[in-house]
Nanobody
């Protein structure tokens, strides 16, 4: 019943920016921390960043820290990630995942296996 849909991917030149969005339907959005992961061709899905249920805490991988901001709008059931100064190594399919967190307000797990729901992804291609 729960569905996640990513949007906002595309082709961008190195140094450019993209804003990706993840929208949830069919569930209680505020019950889930949301993580962003990316997967490059031939590689495993890796953690990019996450945001807590309330939006009060966000966490970022070292590979993107300083170039990323994740925010959420619980009223609109959406999470967005602003990616700046994009580099070719940022290329990949970006997925949002929702993780139910019962007792604490923290970011989603950095382990993709802990996500309860996934979107189908949106492709980000950064050209050099």
């Amino acid at each position: 019943q729960v569905q996640l849909v990513e949007s906002g991917g595309g082709l961008v030149q190195a140094g450019g920016s993209l804003r990706l969005s993840c929208s949830m339907s069919g569930g209680t959005f505020s019950r889930y921390a949301v993580g962003w992961f990316r997967q490059a061709p031939g590689k495993s899905r890796e953690f990019v960043g996450s945001i807590s249920r309330s939006g009060g805490s966000a966490y970022y991988d070292d590979s993107v820290r300083g170039r990323i901001t994740i925010s959420r709008d619980n009223a609109n059931h959406s999470v967005s990630v602003q990616l700046n100064d994009l580099r070719p190594e940022d290329t990949g399919v970006y997925y949002c995942g929702a993780e139910a967190t019962a007792f604490w307000d923290t970011g989603a797990s950095t382990n993709s296996r802990d996500m309860d729901y996934w979107g189908k992804g949106t492709l980000v291609t950064v050209s050099s």
